[in-house]
Every structure is written in structure tokens, then in C-alpha cells.
């Protein structure tokens, strides 16, 4: 059974491809961006399941609506460094 699933940066290629297979597969999805002039492009590429998108503004250098976007999704994942710390 799917549920809802937070991917980050929405407008980006590995993120949309990510979306669209979700979305074919009936998850909701809900994505952040921080740039929202291509909300409108983001949406047309997905107007066959915009019921079960939505777009929260969030961005990973501030804590502001992290919270809201991760509302409802089972499982929170942390982006991982390219280099050891």
C-alpha cells in the first residue's frame, strides 16, 4: 500500500524522475523547492496526478517549513556527504 514520501529538491533531474516513478506508482508525494517561478513548469509536467502532488517551500540552509513537509511521511532520510567528514 503506498503512502506519502518527501523528495527534496523537486526541480532537479534525479528528483523528477524519482517523483514521476512514485507517482506512477500511486504514492502521494510531496516535494520542496526553493525556487517557486518553476512551480508552474514543476506541475505541467505531472498534470496527470497533481491530486496526489504538492509543493512546500523548504530549503536544506533553513529550518523553515521542514516541519510541515514532513508531516504525514513514515521515514525521513539524510542526505549523505560526498567526503567523510
Not at 496526489?52 to 533553513?62: E, F, K, P
Amino acid at each position: 500500500m503506498a503512502g506519502t514520501v518527501l523528495v527534496t529538491g523537486g526541480s532537479g533531474y534525479i528528483a523528477g524522475e524519482l517523483i514521476r516513478q512514485l507517482l506512477e506508482r500511486g504514492w502521494k508525494v510531496k516535494t520542496t523547492m526553493r525556487d517557486h517561478r518553476k512551480v508552474d513548469a514543476f506541475r505541467a509536467r505531472y498534470h496527470g496526478h497533481l491530486s496526489r502532488l504538492s509543493v512546500w517551500d523548504a530549503n536544506l540552509t533553513d529550518d523553515y517549513g521542514w516541519k510541515s513537509a514532513m508531516a504525514g511521511c513514515t521515514h525521513v532520510a539524510s542526505p549523505i556527504p560526498a567526503q567523510a567528514p
